[in-house]
């Protein structure tokens, strides 16, 4: 059975850090493309950042560039979110996500986690 399990969500002030990580079970995942996208009350699920570790390639969106750092392990089948700077803006349910190509549609995603929130305070 294939499981992503989001961790490490929480309280954090603005200009703050908080370390989301996910663990990926139930296959080889080392191929595939994963994400972290947000949802913030209100609207639409959106992209924050991808890796693809074969080919080397990470993205971000616009808004977390320079701040956020995705970083993927194969040994631990983890893929990590490190948040810096913090903003409230930033609050939000952050999901993990597994695809088989790089993407920022949430569409182009198989596999999901349940979410962990993330509350910034300014």
């Known amino acids: 059975q294939v499981q992503l399990v989001e961790s490490g969500g929480g309280l954090a002030q603005a200009g703050g850090s908080l370390r989301l990580s996910c663990a990926a079970s139930?296959?080889?995942?080392?191929?595939?493309?994963m994400a972290w996208f947000r949802q913030a009350p209100g609207k639409e699920r959106e992209f924050v950042a991808v890796?693809?570790?074969?080919?080397?390639?990470?993205m971000y969106t616009d808004s977390v560039k320079g701040r956020f750092t995705i970083s993927k392990d194969n040994a631990k089948n983890t893929v990590d979110l490190q948040m810096n700077s913090l903003k409230p803006e930033d609050t939000a349910v952050y999901y993990c996500?597994?695809?088989?190509?790089?993407?920022?549609?949430?569409?182009?995603?198989?596999?999901w986690g349940q979410g962990t929130q993330v509350t910034v305070s300014s």
């Open positions: 996500a597994a695809g088989l190509r790089l993407a920022e549609t949430s569409h182009s995603y198989i596999y």
């Open positions: 139930g296959r080889d995942f080392t191929t595939y493309a």
């Open positions: 890796t693809l570790q074969s080919a080397d390639i990470t």
